[in-house]
């Protein structure tokens, strides 16, 4: 289902058509504001167009490292699910050889 929410950033106004709910459309609009706002505050001299290029550029560049992240996680995974046979089987044998000595000691 497709929501149409309406949105304001930094004054202007805008109909988003989006399959998430109104309110998380709405909380990203405040999180752009906030950015936005935040970069003219440290820099009185940016204009309006470039803090918002400023801000698409930084929350660019922090979804490039979340998916890094992901990726890696997922690759980690990955290696740990395929040594996971290994240490298994490993295990199960040092169980059996550890039950084995056992038995012997006690043959003494």
């Given amino acids: 289902m497709v929501n149409r929410v309406k949105i304001e950033i930094m004054g202007s106004n805008y109909t988003i058509a989006s399959s998430e709910s109104e309110g998380y459309v709405i909380s990203l609009a405040e999180d752009v504001n906030k950015s936005v706002r935040e970069l003219m505050e ?3 001299r940016l204009t309006l167009t470039a803090a918002l290029v400023l801000t698409s550029l930084n929350l660019a560049d922090s979804l490039k490292k979340e998916q890094q ?3 890696n996680i997922r690759r980690q995974l990955t290696e740990y699910m395929n040594s996971s046979p290994k240490a298994l089987d490993e295990l199960s ?3 059996k050889e ?4 056992k038995k012997r000691l006690e043959g003494k």
């Fill in 98 to 101: 550890n039950e084995r000595l």
């Fill in 93 to 95: 044998y040092l169980r």
């Fill in 69 to 71: 992240n992901g990726d």
């Fill in 42 to 44: 440290q820099d009185s």
